[in-house]
């Protein structure tokens, strides 16, 4: 069965969580019916996590890691 991936990134609206790295991001993947997340972690922009999730995918996880 072939995997799909995905990338989620929220801003955190919890005050006492450190500010600095606001943006959440987490990579999930689906085989089958549920999703589960592969990894996760915490950036100071949009951009910055979006990059990092997706250099997780690709070094981690794409099927071509020739990038």
Known sequence: MKTVYKIEIYLNSNNDIDVSEPFFWCLQSCSGKEWC?????????????????YHFYKKYKSPRRDY
């Not at 997340?37 to 999730?53: F, M, Q, V």
């Open 37 to 53: 997340t592969e990894n996760a972690g915490w950036e100071a922009s949009h951009e910055s996590a979006w990059n990092a999730a």
